[in-house]
């Protein structure tokens, strides 16, 4: 499910902001952007974040700014000294070394990091490890609060479609015994036709009927469908998504294609119509459930 969460905490001389969102994704996928000095820390904050999410694609932002250290300012006159004779060097063989230059040239050298540094006076790294972990444990646990409140409407959207499905079930069932009964009136209203100049063999028609309502019976069909309904119903209850759920899913599917392929009924087909439809949005809806 969707989610975002976000952190801001400061401390032990540094200030974190962290950011986490979340897409829809079968399998959970982590991502870190860190700061460098954090990347070592990328294992313990995938066990973090795993703790609480089993799925979705997950990107984990961190900034880090230092709030309060002491700085030792380091100058490599060595270093700036070859940087300006080699260069002088160069720009006299080809004309162009001027005052102006030299100066502009040695501002530029006296920037370069490796001339002119800072060194951050150590902050206590086992401390500053804490506060990133409970930084991040608070950013997840935003997102999942976002996440929940999703999840509620989705499980509401859910049931109201499982409730759809049944209706639809039922409503099939009533179909056909009105069809059984249609069927019947008709069949005696031909045969009555036919044979307007004998008596007609009710024991005849009665074999007849029951052998059409034979090969339109889907009592069997809608039988395994409450079953399979009852069954997903349960599943999704205790834990809302897996390989059992998708396998219910599927096999309703294809009972439903058998009701609409023996009932040989208009009605009931597009109400078979109407259920795939259901149960496709449910399979999708599934698969991003936490």
């Known amino acids: 499910m969707t ?10 001389g540094v200030a974190l902001e962290v950011e986490i969102r979340s897409v829809n994704s079968r399998y959970l996928d982590l991502s870190f952007r860190l700061p460098k000095s954090y990347q070592r820390f990328e294992p313990m904050l995938r066990e973090v974040v795993a703790e609480k999410l089993s799925r979705g694609r997950v990107e984990v932002t961190i900034n880090r700014t230092v709030t309060s250290a002491e700085y030792s300012v380091r100058f490599d006159s060595t270093l700036a000294e070859e940087y300006l004779r080699l260069g002088k060097e160069f720009l006299a063989q080809k004309g162009l070394w001027t005052s102006e230059i030299e100066r502009e040239f040695a501002q530029q050298v006296c920037l370069r990091r490796e001339v002119l540094d800072r060194d ?10 804490i506060l990133l972990r409970k930084s991040v444990e608070q950013c997840v646990a935003k997102l999942v609060a976002m996440r929940i409140v999703e999840g509620k409407a989705l499980a509401q959207d859910i049931q109201e479609r499982f409730d759809s499905v049944k209706i639809n079930a ?3 069932g009533k179909r056909i015994k009105e069809k059984e009964s249609i069927l019947g009136s008709r069949l005696k209203e031909k045969m009555e036709k036919v044979l307007k100049e004998h008596a007609l063999d009710e024991q005849r028609l009665a ?3 029951a052998l059409l309502i034979e090969k339109s ?4 069909e809608l039988t395994r469908i409450e079953s399979h309904l009852s069954q997903v119903e349960d599943v999704f209850q205790r834990h809302p998504h897996g390989r059992k759920i998708e396998f219910l899913l599927q096999e309703l599917g294809r009972e439903f294609n058998t009701v609409a ?5 208009a009605q009931i087909s ?12 449910i399979k999708e809806q599934i698969q991003n459930v936490e």
Request: proline share 0%.
């Open 270 to 281: 597009q109400i078979v119509i109407d259920v795939k439809a259901s149960l496709e949005k």
């Open 120 to 129: 951050e006076e150590s902050l206590d790294e086992e401390k500053e490890q």
């Open 3 to 12: 989610g975002f969460g976000r952190e801001v905490v400061e401390g032990e």
């Open 207 to 209: 074999l007849e009927v």
């Open 217 to 220: 019976d889907i009592s069997e």
């Open 170 to 172: 039922e409503s099939i």
């Open 261 to 265: 392929s023996k009932a040989q009924d």
